[in-house]
């Protein structure tokens, strides 16, 4: 499966921002998705997944109650609402998809290019 990020952008604090992810070459309903996030001179993190074949999400401490993960399976495109952004929630982002769960860096099956969020205080 091909992914391809987009959505990013400049938004000031408190604002809202919808992420996409479009697949293509297969369907979204063969893996487990999620969100990643790499902040200027830190690690690559995992913010945000969901397994909807499982029923399960996973949300960062930080984004709980803030972001949540949908899909659009006509389009085959999940996405990632952010709501109330924090300076500290910029980054590029990058989808991605995944045979395993819980989802860990380290067992990707594919990687999205990244998007990147950038808040303003």
């Known amino acids: 499966v091909q992914l391809q990020a987009f959505g990013g952008g400049l938004v000031q604090a408190g604002d809202s921002l919808t992420l996409s992810c479009a697949a293509s070459?297969?369907?979204?309903?063969?893996?487990?998705m999620g969100w990643f996030r790499q902040a200027p001179g830190k690690e690559r993190e995992l913010v945000a997944a969901?397994?909807?074949?499982?029923?399960?999400?996973y949300f960062e401490d930080s984004v709980k109650g803030r972001f949540a993960i949908s899909r659009d399976m006509a389009k085959n495109t999940m996405y990632l609402q952010m709501n109330s952004l924090k300076p500290e929630d910029a980054g590029v982002y990058y989808c991605?998809?995944?045979?395993?769960?819980?989802?860990?860096?380290?067992?990707?099956?594919?990687w999205g290019q990244g998007t990147e969020v950038t808040v303003s205080s």
């Open positions: 070459g297969r369907t979204l309903l063969n893996y487990h």
């Open positions: 991605v998809a995944s045979n395993r769960w819980p989802i860990v860096k380290e067992v990707i099956t594919s």
């Open positions: 969901r397994s909807w074949r499982r029923g399960s999400t």
